[in-house]
């Protein structure tokens, strides 16, 4: 119903600043909310932020908050993920994902989102 593909990954030095993009394709409502996600090598899976498609209220994780900003091109229909001071426990595989609705009690809960992207790997090297 809904195709995710993350793009923008790459490697970069302590500091640096990289940006990932989320196409989208399928069926998208203005009810959905974007989620961005990462996951290190021998990690569990983290919320980094999401974004609310109709107001385009932003929510971050305190790890990134201040570093990092979530934005969106409706006409697109792509989130993009702007990351700045990246240092080296930014490096993981980054996954953008959806869900029909929103709640702030379980935003940053990843089995609540319904589809995901193939994930991006995001390399800082020191």
């Known amino acids: 119903q809904v195709q995710l593909v993350e793009s923008g990954g790459g490697l970069v030095q302590t500091g640096g600043s990289l940006r990932l993009s989320c196409a989208s394709s399928?069926?998208?409502?203005?009810?959905?909310?974007m989620g961005w996600f990462r996951q290190a090598p021998g990690k569990e899976r983290e919320f980094v932020g999401a974004?609310?498609?109709?107001?385009?209220?932003?929510y971050y994780a305190d790890y990134v908050k201040g570093r990092f900003t979530i934005s969106r091109d409706n006409a697109k229909n792509t989130v993009f993920l702007q990351m700045n001071s990246l240092n080296a426990e930014d490096t993981a595989v980054y996954y953008c994902?959806?869900?029909?609705?929103?709640?702030?009690?379980?935003?940053?809960?990843?089995?609540?989102?319904?589809?995901w992207g193939q994930g991006t790997q995001v390399t800082v090297s020191s």
């Open positions: 974004i609310t498609w109709s107001g385009g209220r932003t």
């Open positions: 994902a959806a869900r029909s609705s929103f709640a702030i009690a379980t935003m940053m809960r990843g089995s609540d989102y319904d589809y």
């Open positions: 399928g069926r998208t409502l203005s009810s959905f909310t």
